[in-house]
């Protein structure tokens, strides 16, 4: 959405059953994008897919909407089984004008199909696509690439064959990507020499505020990218969708962990603020305990 332009996907094949197993059924794939006045409600425009939206490849900004009309994960599954499996599937990257629909510009990408159906590898190598204002920038990839187009012409600025580990955290000046390193919007260039965190111990990803990232580390963490400092929320679980959310000031954590198993104590939802008063109750000296 924008501030007057409201985007919905439709068109959706869902399965009566659990919603992990759903993800390779197509959960995620859209078939018609509809464009409203966000203001009014009206109906400006719809825009049908020749095979799938991806939910992750739709963008919205500098008054344009970007998609990205692609082959299922689950017909080119379909076609491995029968034999007939595709060395590559196209992509296509498109701009359309946010009040009338218009096509803009359109580019297609080839990649590898997807080598596994299990819907946390689907989550990680499917098209996605994000949209970077300070320098009006559309990032996209698939299977670990990323792209940097020119947002008005769909010109490419930059392309890594690594890096595009998703969901990519944006920012004004450089985008991180789920193993931690960080690169210039502008150029591409790598400006971190080592991951700035690591992730492990649970299904989940990376969320970020300009100046923290929220992760779960077995239990749920964050780091300071400044200090490359990182700090555990011990018996706190966060969401297979990462539901640690900061906003207003504020970490919300609400509750993702109904009918989870996992041995965590605290299955809650809460918020946390700051309290800088708190560095004063640390002792002197560092507490020295005995394991029996």
């Not at 990408?109 to 819907?119: F, K, Q, R, V």
């Not at 985008?175 to 700035?196: A, F, H, K, S, V």
């Not at 609400?254 to 008063?277: D, H, I, K, R, W």
Request: glycine share 8%; proline share 5%; hydrophobic share 35%.
């Amino acid at each position: 959405a924008s501030d007057e332009l409201l985007v919905i996907a439709i068109g959706f094949d869902l399965p009566p059953d659990h919603s992990h197993p759903a993800i390779e059924k197509g959960l995620w794939d859209a078939r018609v994008l509809v464009g409203l006045d966000r203001r009014t409600g009206r109906q400006l425009w719809t825009h049908a897919a020749r095979e799938r939206f991806n939910l992750h490849a739709i963008a919205v900004g500098g008054g344009r909407v970007y998609c990205i009309d692609s082959t299922p994960p689950r017909e080119t599954d379909r076609l491995r089984r029968r034999g007939r499996a595709p060395k590559t599937v196209p992509s296509t990257v498109a701009a359309l004008d946010g009040r009338t629909g218009r096509a803009l510009w359109q580019r297609t990408y080839e990649y590898p199909p997807l080598t596994s159906m299990a819907w946390l590898h689907i989550r990680a190598n499917d098209d996605w696509l994000a949209y970077n204002a300070s320098h009006h920038v559309l990032l996209t990839g698939k299977q670990g690439q990323i792209r940097a187009l020119e947002a008005a012409t769909g010109r490419e600025r930059w392309h890594h064959k690594g890096g595009g580990q998703q969901p990519l955290i944006v920012a004004d000046d450089w985008c991180l990507n789920q193993n931690g390193l960080r690169y210039d919007i502008q150029t591409g260039e790598l400006t971190t020499n080592q991951p700035l965190f690591r992730r492990g111990g649970g299904c989940n990803y990376a969320v970020a505020t300009r100046h923290l990232v929220f992760l779960r580390r077995r239990c749920a963490t964050y780091v300071d990218l400044e200090k490359a400092a990182e700090h555990s929320l011990r018996n706190l679980r966060s969401g297979c969708s990462n539901s640690l959310v900061a906003a207003g000031g504020l970490l919300n954590v609400p509750c993702y962990a109904v009918g989870c198993v996992c041995n965590y104590p605290l299955q809650t939802s809460f918020s946390m603020f700051t309290l800088p008063e708190s560095a004063t109750w640390e002792p002197a000296e560092a507490l020295s305990v005995a394991v029996p």
